[in-house]
């Protein structure tokens, strides 16, 4: 597992190790079993064994594996840890075990080990209901109020740069407008008229939306009216529109269990970011090399 910490940043990469401990928990509430019924055997390689847990530690070792069946899964997990077995055991024939390089990386194995598994601790441990709901109730003090509408629209296209396709898509939205001011109902005449292809299927509704999920002049737009208000005609990059609002509402925040697996991310990389940088502040760093200050990249030419 690999963790790249950041001077002066809260950001690890995602927390590892919460399945493992749901593990836990459900063989705690099982009561007490048999070791091997635990850790059950899997395989044996020239009499090495091979346990679940084994398996369980090589595909983290594996990188991404192909889909593939479980049976498939646990067959080439196996394998590996076979290879793993018989090649180590032949470089420990041939005494590279011995060597000052093999001995410099496995010194250096065992530390990121070690960190791997008091930063999973750590991040565990900052995890309480207290901590997390006051980082959601944090966030949506943050947020503040956004309002989002909801409206139709009827869209005729038209190709950015010709003028007369422009000129005959206007006149086609004003035709549709002067229908809709007499009366017509926005939705039976969005799904007879519109290019807009879901606007077809839906009578022109787009749903809520806030100001910068649409584009400009049409957020421009939309924003001005009032629910009921039908817009005159609106150019933007798709063509000509006009629009409905059907309501208008301040956006209501994500619920807490819609968030809840970020807040879990951002309270766990937090705790260990900050775990980090006690631990820096409190050690004597000394560094034997200069380095020199980045240039700033020079100015372009005026032409």
């Known amino acids: 597992m690999t963790y790249a910490i950041s001077p002066g940043s809260q950001t690890l990469p995602r927390r590892a190790g919460l399945f493992a401990l749901i593990l836990a928990f459900s063989s705690a509430a099982a009561g007490v079993a048999p070791a091997q019924d635990r850790d059950p055997l ?41 290879d793993m077995i018989l090649v180590s055991k032949a470089a420990e024939d041939k005494k590279f075990a011995d060597s000052k ?35 959601y109730d944090d966030a949506v003090k943050q947020m503040g109020e956004e ?7 009827i869209l005729i296209r038209a190709a950015p740069g010709d003028e007369k396709g422009s000129k005959e898509a206007e006149e086609k939205i ?60 609106v150019k933007t990059q798709f063509g000509w529109h006009v629009i409905k609002l059907e309501d208008s509402r301040i956006k209501a925040p ?16 937090r705790a260990q970011a900050e775990l980090v940088q006690k631990l820096r502040s409190e050690a004597k760093i000394e560094k034997f090399y200069k380095t020199e200050p980045e240039t700033p990249p020079a100015a372009p030419d005026k032409q």
Do not use: C, W
């Not at 309002?147 to 629209?153: L, Q, T």
């Not at 292809?197 to 009032?226: C, H, I, W």
């Open 147 to 153: 309002r989002e509408v909801r409206a139709r629209h």
């Open 174 to 233: 004003k035709a549709i407008i002067a229908r809709l001011r007499k009366g017509e109902n926005f939705e039976t005449l969005a799904k007879e008229t519109t290019e807009d292809p879901s606007g077809k299927a839906n009578g022109g509704d787009l749903g809520y939306f806030t100001k910068e999920q649409m584009v400009p002049e049409f957020a421009e737009a939309a924003f001005k009216l009032k629910p009921g208000e039908i817009s005159g005609p």
């Open 254 to 269: 994500p619920t807490f269990d819609e968030v809840k697996g970020q807040i879990e991310n951002f309270v766990t990389r």
């Open 42 to 82: 899997v395989a044996k390689v020239n009499g090495v064994e091979i346990h679940e847990s084994d398996l369980t530690i090589a595909e983290e070792e594996a990188g991404q594996l192909p889909p593939m069946t479980p049976e498939a899964r646990k067959d080439y997990l196996v394998q590996f840890m076979a």
């Open 101 to 135: 390089s093999f001995k410099k990386h496995l010194d250096i194995a065992r530390k990121k080990l070690l960190m791997a598994e008091l930063l999973q601790s750590v991040g565990r441990e900052a995890l309480t209901d207290a901590a997390m709901h006051k980082v």
